[in-house]
């Protein structure tokens, strides 16, 4: 159930709060082939399951953009703002992939806010989203998303 603000003026009393967690994610090799398909980028490490496991992770691996790209499937899951004629992705800040993802892992998001700032019309909101990797430490990408929202 998504953390849910009935309006974005109410998104800047939340700030530095974390705002919960998605569901888990089985990562499957057709969804990392799918990807590679979509952005032509074959490497070995990603798409050959032979290879890769007498390679340096001993298994295929997902694309970094991968776990970024997840970001718009959890992001949802975890955060609604209501009353808003539009939303839209403005952009992202600090991306890091600390941590490989193997194919087969349970991946979900969990996000916390950030900042928040008046734009012209709107509303900015900075959310930090992490992939977390079930049973690991560190996640697989933490990126600082940006999304503005226009009241109705």
């Not at 390679?55 to 808003?84: D, K």
Request: glycine letters at 10%; proline letters at 6%; aromatic letters at 8%.
């Amino acid at each position: 159930m998504p953390r849910i603000f009935n309006t974005p003026h109410e998104l800047p009393g939340a700030v530095g709060e974390a705002l919960g967690v998605s569901d888990w994610l089985l990562l499957e090799q057709s969804r990392i082939d799918l990807f590679a398909d979509a952005t032509g980028d074959h490497q070995w490490i990603h798409v050959d399951p032979l290879k890769a496991a007498t390679g340096p992770f001993g298994a295929c691996i997902a694309h970094g953009y991968l776990s970024l790209s997840l970001v718009n499937l959890f992001l949802p899951q975890i955060v609604e703002v209501r009353g808003i004629a539009m939303g839209v992705n403005y952009g992202c800040e600090r991306v890091r992939f600390p941590n490989v993802v193997h194919v087969g892992s349970q991946v979900r998001g969990s996000a916390q806010l950030m900042a928040v700032e008046q734009v012209k019309g709107g509303v900015q909101a900075t959310i930090r989203v992490s992939v977390e990797i079930e049973g690991q430490a560190r996640p697989g990408c933490v990126v600082d998303t940006i999304s503005r929202y226009y009241p109705a």
